[in-house]
């Protein structure tokens, strides 16, 4: 499902990078990255981790 979704946001991703520059979508996406997996790290009920 990871896969799935970090190669579906291949499109918006670099349309994005194209509007807006590459550094800029890198620091969001690793920030994304970040706060996913803290958010794996605390929450507790099945349907948040799916959120997560």
């Not at 579906?8 to 550094?23: N, P, S």
């Not at 920030?31 to 959120?51: H, M």
């Amino acid at each position: 499902m990871s896969n799935l979704s970090q190669q579906g946001m291949f499109l918006i991703g670099g349309t994005l990078a194209d509007r807006y520059g590459c550094k800029p979508m890198i620091l969001v996406g690793c920030a994304l990255r970040t706060v996913a997996c803290a958010l794996l790290a605390v929450v507790q009920p099945p349907s948040a981790l799916v959120v997560a």
